[in-house]
């Protein structure tokens, strides 16, 4: 069996390597390197700069003439922290892609202790390993872009619910609650964490007052919300938990192009190239009321062609899922995506149903990452499938796979039993202790 001391020597290389490997690439590409004009990157380094210069969270938005207004297009959390940075360090992108790089390690030490804890030590060191050289999580640390920080917020909240279930108490949960509250405002898709939390949490505590303790999860989660949604209000006298582009992409994903044209399918397109709908969101000159006349229509087209909803769910989960890029893309991302994402879906989708009867079995509350996984599948549904959205679910895809790798290498008569054993799997919720 491995000591304690050789685990976290183990741990401590990954994230060394991990950092390391993501550095690497940073300099290659250019650590400095400014932000495509007219890209993602472009508009979270606007507001981020913006805010560092005490101009507030301002900049572009779709369709609006004064490229510099007050702004809620985007959901803050990103920029914010880019804001932090810029305030010390200057308008310097170096600085971003080596916070990435830390967020980026620090999420390997993540993955092992969420893999520790639902399985054992050993399957927690294989998917810290194989994300540690993850192309896709390698690539998204050099890129200005909200996938980094959202997946490591992402992975420490559910594991912050599992230690939860470790040692229920008032102050876990409302931890839990600051990481999804900091996951929402980073990526607004996290709200559909909330009803698999809630199942989860019921199901896992249902005998037990720690069901009242896990209530201030949601007080928690509210109070993060709150100054962005009154900061929103006295700027738009709306309601705006998040952005003011939900309806955008509802549309962009929800439309006749997307089930017309073959390269879309499961996709989406820009809701302005869509030619019926163009002049309807043009026409405002202000993002709210554009998202508002763009949500309508999406929600009128979806009602008008009930016989195209199984084909869109259909298309929508095979992009989801699809370890194969569109033609577009380069072929050097067409070919990582295929050889890294390729086999974890393979070896993910076999471990699922099994892991999630023996979890439910033996009241292992390690099935909050069956849940993680199908909240990203409910996302694809009801907007479209698209490779961004899915990274923050490939660490635990990861987990997974390490599973089904060890269960394969028993299996086979593997000499290594005491490092891979899925062992945690026959002891209850409230059976094993907390890792250091």
């Not at 991990?18 to 250019?30: D, Q």
């Not at 305030?87 to 999420?107: E, K, M, S």
């Not at 520790?116 to 390698?138: K, N």
């Not at 499961?266 to 405002?284: C, F, M, Q, R």
Request: proline share 7%; glycine share 8%.
């Amino acid at each position: 069996m491995m000591s304690e001391v050789w685990v976290r020597r183990c741990v401590w290389g990954l994230v060394v390597l991990g950092f390391a490997i993501r550095l690497g690439l940073g300099v290659a590409r250019g650590l400095d390197a400014p932000p495509a004009p007219g890209s993602d990157a472009e508009e979270y380094d606007t507001y981020a700069w913006n805010m560092a210069q005490g101009r507030g969270y301002r900049g572009m938005s779709p369709d609006v003439a004064d490229q510099d207004h007050l702004t809620a297009y985007r959901p803050p959390g990103t920029s914010v922290a880019w804001a932090g940075v810029y305030a010390v360090t200057g308008h310097r992108y170096a600085a971003i892609r080596l916070l990435n790089c830390v967020l980026g390690a620090a999420t390997i030490a993540a993955v092992f202790a969420i893999g520790r804890r639902c399985f054992s030590p050993g399957i927690g060191l294989l998917a810290s390993a194989g994300y540690a050289v993850y192309p896709h999580a390698i690539f998204y640390s050099s890129e200005l872009l909200s996938e980094t920080q959202g997946t490591l917020l992402f992975v420490l909240y559910l594991l912050a619910c599992l230690r939860f279930a470790d040692g229920p108490s008032w102050g876990r949960a409302a931890w839990a609650g600051v990481l999804l509250g900091l996951t929402m405002l980073t990526r607004p898709a996290a709200l559909f964490l909330i009803p698999f939390t809630a199942v989860w949490a019921f199901w896992t505590f249902r005998r037990s007052w720690d069901l009242l303790r896990f209530a201030a999860l949601p007080v928690t989660t509210g109070a993060c919300l709150v100054p962005w949604i009154v900061r929103n209000y006295l700027v738009f006298h709306a309601f705006i938990p998040f952005s003011t582009m939900g309806g955008s992409v509802l549309l962009q994903g929800n439309n006749r192009l997307v089930c017309e044209d073959p390269s879309l399918r499961g996709y989406s397109v820009w809701d302005t190239k869509i030619p019926e709908y163009a002049a309807a969101l043009k026409a405002p000159n202000d993002e709210l009321v554009r998202d508002q006349v763009a949500g309508r229509l999406a929600k009128e087209w979806i009602r008008a062609h009930p016989d195209r909803w199984a084909f869109l769910a259909v298309a929508k989960l095979e992009r989801a899922f699809t370890p194969f890029l569109q033609d577009r893309s380069p072929r050097l991302y067409r070919l990582g995506m295929l050889w890294s994402w390729g086999p974890v879906l393979l070896l993910s989708l076999a471990a699922f149903l099994p892991t999630l009867i023996a979890m439910f079995r033996s009241g292992n509350p390690g099935w909050l990452l069956h849940a993680g996984i199908a909240h990203y599948a409910v996302v694809s549904l009801v907007f479209f499938g698209y490779s961004r959205y899915r990274h923050p679910i490939e660490p635990l895809c990861l987990v997974l796979s390490a599973a089904a790798v060890a269960f394969a290498w028993e299996r086979l008569g593997g000499t290594l039993r005491g490092f891979l054993v899925v062992s945690r799997l026959a002891i209850p919720a409230r059976g094993y202790p907390t890792p250091p």
